[in-house]
């Protein structure tokens, strides 16, 4: 019995045994072979009755889709079954339907080797951007093969299949196998690929798609500014893509460089596409170029290595040294600051002046003076650290109003100190936790301030306690320099001593003498 088409036999007189390919009475040595046993209501194949020395061999079929079993045996008798296709590479066995195989307590049917269907690749990996390979879908056993014209699908979820390339094909089987070219495409990664035919029967394989060699380098700072010392750094990140903005693979060397200050590993690996570094900035300042690459591809960023806070105020003169005595003349004090490195400071630097005699724009001023104005919720007190103001009010304010280029304040710092907000002209807020270790603590608000209008700063108690000391105005660095101008006191003749005190850092200290003197004429009121 070969080469039919045996589909939908239905029931019979409204009994249900019934198959596509009934064997009964004495029967003997029948070979079922090459059929198309299908989608039958009952049974595909059913032995009944036959001749035990003589049982029925079953080869070369497709038999899958019927109702209840597509093979049931119902003699003890051992038939070879073997190389068909059941519709899936492992037919189900089960006492029960629906099953591919009736399987009782002493098996009875010989069904392997089987016809399997399988996928294969002649290689594990491609690259991106390469020519297409050629892909074996294969349904073959011991000695048959799936029938000529069997449909086939295939799918993958990278790269394409056929010609032009696409996610799904449909093609048939011939001689027991059907081959289809798989082109990589552009993107890298795992591309899953199946074969299907029916009803059940699914192969896959994957194949990895690297991706090519690096095309460009992208490179990133974070922070993008540090000042020098290398107390604090700058991590570097090198993103690094080939030629289709896929990520190269893992261990691609990349070597790192840098103009100013140094990096930590000049030669690093790549990670999921990125390669990292640790920039230190030196003792120098000024714009380092990082740079990361892999043979003449390269790839870079700026980082300011900045100067460090004030250690030391090399110098603070006044010119002149003497002015007259006349509430009108006036003397230039310039403050050079420079950091532990012998670097000026960064520009904007707050430097505060005050002075025993005549005046400046720039002041210091006591939290509790009358000049700072407060909300009733403020108390003044006097204890083991000092006098200060402090309050636990919600919303209760502190502002003074002041000239100068920079403005701090200082406040207490304590194990349970609340949060206070400061603001400057109504600007954007400056949040400070004042819990921590007890200290003193002075914060610059803001710096490069017009000098010549009136500013105003305002902090704010947002929660718990606020303990504030002190306000202070100040010019603010330029090229290492702060200078203020000292206008001289009226007679008598004195000695006016500058103070000039960098703010951050070691907050170094310095003085200079300015001589206040008697004029040289006098002026003689005519109506005396």
Known sequence: LAYNAVTEVDTAGGGTDT??????????????????????????????????????????????????????????????????WWGRNNPTRLLTAPADIYWPAAPNVDWNPRIQLTLTSPTPTVTVGSAPIMLTAAGCGSSCCLLDGTPISFTTNLGGLGGPPSSSVLQTMSGGQSMIPFTPGTVAGTAVISATVPSDGIATTTITIQPGLPASIYVSADPTSIPVGN???????????????????????????TTLGWTLLPTNTTVGG?????????????????????NYIVGSTLVEITAGPPYTITSLIANPAAILANGLDTSQITASVEDQYGNPVPDGTMVGFTTTAGSLIFDYVQAEDPQVITSTAWTEVTDGSGT????????????????????????????????MRVRVDGGTPVDIDTSGSTAWIEQVIATNLNPGVVHEIRATCVTGQIRLDAFRSGAATYGGQAVAILTSAPLPPQTATVWATAIGGTFPVRNVNVDFLEPLEVWVDDDY
């Open 19 to 84: 198959a596509g390919i009934y064997i009964d009475g004495n029967d003997a040595g029948t070979r079922i072979l090459y059929n198309r046993i299908l989608a039958n209501l009952n049974d595909g194949i059913m032995l009944d009755h036959f001749v035990p020395a003589q049982p029925p061999e079953i080869h070369c079929n497709h038999i899958y889709g019927n109702g209840r079993f597509g093979l049931r045996n119902t003699r003890p008798t051992l038939v070879d079954a073997e190389d068909n």
């Open 231 to 257: 107390v604090v750094t700058s991590s570097i990140a090198a993103l690094v893509l080939d030629l289709y903005g896929n990520t190269v693979s893992d261990g691609t060397l990349i070597d790192f460089d």
């Open 274 to 294: 990125v390669a990292t570094t640790t920039l230190y900035s030196g003792v120098t300042p000024g714009m380092a170029t990082v740079t990361a690459a892999w």
């Open 388 to 419: 200060y103001i402090r309050t636990t009010t919600v919303g209760a304010e502190a502002y003074w109003q002041f000239r100068g280029q920079a403005v701090s304040l200082i406040y207490r710092r304590f194990g349970s100190g609340g949060q």
